[in-house]
């Protein structure tokens, strides 16, 4: 909107690409002599940044208080967000720009001062991407888009907005300042109707925008001042008030100390799905629209096309003809004067993926939305612990990427060994960039495997850890130092030796080792001893393939291990059913890190663990699902003949024994690891050992034929909570094996079976092997005994 004798106001939505063509077209037309953008006043020192040509966006304003880094503020722009077509306007016709938005230096002020009050009308959101959403229309109590699209007999806003705004071209009209004054009178009816219809911290916001733009039009003359803004508030602007009126709203605003840069932003953060209020429902769509020149709908389609290819789909030329003649057709018989998004998914579907919804899902994350990661200069405002990350970043060949990717590292290769002690310094200072995940190849200590990806987000979470440092190195230290100082539970000190193993932390790790004596020293309870003794076992792994000193580590990791073997044995009698589970889960956990402490120590403490394994499995004052789980580990270990596993089972399953305690023995032995959800091969485990050793079968077979029908319903639940844990391939043996019958009547004799099969050996079986081995082997023979002799003899 533009006067005869007054500034040009320009009211735009904010990333919306029509609104920023149309900017574009105004300013050309009005030629101004300074350019007023809602933004944050701080941000003006930072403007000539967006000149260089190493700013790239989607980027965004970061504010945060200097001493409450965390209490921090985002104001996103991308390509074809109007404000920053008004920056680079701007800059490219040197001409003065400057925010004109209530100061970061207030917002955060009042924000904390709301949420100390409970107001939670006008705080802000604990989300820093949500923090200026007052700003924009979506953060409305009324919707104005949705008030003027349903007036036009309209359902979907999104849709409205397209067919008068964005598919009208650039300028809109032969007056460039039409859409405007449109845009302006139907905000002021809005107003007039529903008052300010927004939170009250917008009266605030507009009087100081009113303040900025007197001082402007005082300086460069009421024609000579272009003002950009949210369409809402050009009403307020235009609004006749005296200065004082507004410095009264104005006056005793609380004020902290801010700091401000550039950071780079994400197309999946300007979504409106992603929590940030001022976004957008397709960012990639509304960024087509804007960069291309011509023929949008036909691009887009051979943009859809390249992707499905690139994700092996058969997708040809004429596919991509079909689908614009369809959304072309969609678009007509709907009364649209182009096809937008919906006609053009729609057409996707219909063509390209042959009606299934499923690709949608990838064209929507990757196209209509779009993994973008903007980019910032050097030259921004930084922390100096962010900027020694951006070196070590460049240094190990780690780039920020918006899209989520794995990285694999072989720790036996120094930078990968970098890379992996970065990430894990990252981590222990809150700095979630990536996260570990299970890798699909070896499993050995040498190898991890990261899920990264960058947030915008994660700046704030750099800049709150510049406490502790001016380096990741030197900051990770200071942490796990104060950490270790301040830890109250043995287990978070021994977590947190791990963790500085993984990050290769040598000047913190004496003081977690002294905590470590200390806390370790001071308690006796052995649920927490066995907690904390994972953890020490895996630092000492680690400590092999990260040539890490753990001499004093596994001091202490044999020191808890000898204090368990001791204590275990009495603190197992007398648990009731819940204790007993969460033992089962510690003797579980126990006895994996007994096998992992060094030979020179492992050797005799696996020998006592043995003996209290021994012992758990024979008393009976101990719950059955220990006792059930001390004989199996001790039978997987080839510490217990398979004769005395069988006598230990016969025991627990005797008919003396109430039937829930058996049920329970049987969770124990022949159930997967402690751990709710474990469909893994740990879980099956017990289930293979029953398909192959029908002795023990037959015994669970004919207790539970004997169980009767009242106390079934007792045992029906572990024993469904056991058995449901394998996989469907060892159910459905178990169920043939017993259907078939060869273990009723309880066990059976294994004379010449080989150990853990069945009883018997099928030589004809056994035979039909040998002429595919020969051939395997190269091997002549007549298939004579002889032969077959010779054969075996020649294979070892």
Known sequence: MTT??????????????????????????????VVLIEGPPEGDALLALAADEAMRPPVALLAHAVDDPGRAAFWPLAEFSPEWVAIRWALAHDVPARFIDLPAAHSLALAAADEASGDAESAESDDPAESDASRDDASLRIDPLAVLAEAAGYDDPERWWEDVVEHQGAGGADDPFAPFAAVAEAMGALRERYGDGGPRRDLVREAHMRGRLRAARKEFGDDGVAV??????????????????????????????????WVPWTHRRLARHSGYGAGIDSPGWYGHLFGVPDRPVERWLTKVAGLLREEDRTVSSAHVIEA????????AMRGRPLAGLTETTDAVRAVMCEGSDVPLGLIHDRLIVGEVLGEVPDAAPAVPLQRDLTALQRTLRLKPEALERELDLDLRKETDAERGRLLHRLRL??????????????????????????????????????????????????????????????????????????????????VVMRALADRAALDADVGRLAQALPALARSLRYGDVRSTDTGALGEVAAGLAERICVGLPPACAGLDADGAAEMRGHLDSVHIAVGLLPDDRGRDLAGRWEAVLHKLAGRDTVPGVIRGRAARLLLDDGRLAEDEAARFMGLALSPGTPPTDAAAWIEGFVGGPAGAGRRQAGSSAGGMLLVHDERLLGLVDAWLTGVSAEAFTDVLPLLRRTFSAYEPGVRRTLGELVRRGPAQGGPVASEAAAPGFGPGLDEARADAVLPVLRLLLGAEGSGTTDDSDDLLEATG
């Open 324 to 331: 614009v003649r369809l959304a072309e057709t969609l678009a």
């Open 429 to 510: 200072l809150g700095i979630d960039w990536g996260e570990p995940a299970a890798g699909r190849g070896s499993t050995g200590t040498f190898r991890e495997t990261w899920r990264l990806r960058w947030e915008p987000e994660l700046y704030v979470r750099v800049a709150e850890a510049g406490v502790w440092g001016t380096t990741v190195l030197s900051a990770a230290t200071a942490k796990a130092e104060s950490r270790a100082l301040s830890a109250t539970a043995l287990a978070e000190v021994t977590a947190l030796a791990e963790r500085c193993l993984l990050a290769a932390l040598p000047d913190a790790l004496p």
């Open 228 to 261: 950009v803004c949210g369409a809402w508030h050009v009403p307020a602007l235009g609004r006749k008030t005296t200065a004082a009126a507004d410095r009264a709203l104005l006056k005793g605003l609380p004020k902290v100390k801010t700091g401000m840069t």
């Open 4 to 33: 005869a004798h007054g500034p040009t106001l320009l009211g735009v939505r904010h990333h919306g690409p029509g609104s920023a063509r149309a900017v574009r077209a105004a300013l050309d037309a009005a030629a101004p002599r």
